[in-house]
């Protein structure tokens, strides 16, 4: 049971470059969610998806696009690189819906030169 | 607007001792709250939770206490150890609604 899994660990990017994010939970749960975490920000939600075949905005949306492959994945483009993209994203997923614990996926550290 | 707030950035503790870090919010409608704790280079994981139903709530060296009247929230860990140097998120939910999360305490335990 690996909990949720987060690839690439690391990126790099030029600016105007175009990356996907991947994420996959293997808990069965309903709901998934991409955020990033900056310097003095917190946690901040770029997307969510409360269940298998809808996806909402969260607080910082722009620049990025997600989909929900199937229930167990959950990607995040970035169509376009822009320095300010430069972050740790986490994916997470929560089993009881969109109010309740989530768990986090290790991260991806992602440069944007 | 930040609905969930952590105005100390950073705490230093001695082992030992008692940590405890604060999480204010201004949202009267928050009906449950979380802390999350998060080692570097790792995803946050979850800690303890409280309903606003109580107001307090136990887990071994870590006890939760909620002052809804003050929508004030705190994270008691005795006595702190080593491993208890992390990153802090106090997080809150609307029912029914997503979780929002604070800014974070970096923790620091000191030998």
């Known amino acids: 049971n690996a909990g949720v899994t987060q690839t690439p660990k690391f990126q790099v990017l030029k600016t105007g470059q175009s990356m996907t994010l991947q994420c996959a939970q293997d808990m069965n749960h309903n709901s998934m969610y991409w955020y990033r975490q900056d310097p003095g920000m917190g946690l901040r939600l770029i997307y969510y998806s409360a269940s298998e075949g809808t996806t909402d905005k969260g607080e910082v949306p722009n620049g990025y696009n997600v989909s929900r492959l199937n229930k167990r994945e959950f990607s995040l483009r970035l169509e376009s690189a822009a320095p300010s993209q430069t972050s740790v994203y986490f994916c997470?997923?929560?089993?009881?819906?969109?109010?309740?614990?989530?768990?986090f996926g290790p991260g991806t550290r992602l440069t944007v030169t | 607007d930040q609905q969930v707030k952590q105005n100390s950035p950073s705490l230093s503790v001695q082992e030992g001792r008692i940590s405890i870090l604060n999480c204010d919010y201004t949202n009267s409608m928050f009906d449950y709250f979380l802390w999350y704790k998060k080692y570097p280079a790792e995803g946050p994981t979850f800690l303890i939770s409280?309903?606003?139903?109580?107001d307090k709530n136990e887990d071994g060296r870590f006890t939760v206490f909620l002052n809804k009247s003050a929508k004030h929230l705190s994270l008691h860990i005795v006595p702190s150890q080593p491993g208890d140097s992390a990153v802090y998120f106090c997080?809150?939910?609307?029912?029914?609604?997503?979780?929002?999360f604070g800014t974070g305490t970096r923790l620091t335990i000191i030998p």
């Open positions: 997470a997923s929560s089993g009881q819906g969109i109010s309740y614990e989530q768990y």
């Open positions: 997080a809150a939910r609307v029912r029914n609604e997503k979780l929002t």
């Open positions: 409280i309903s606003s139903i109580k």
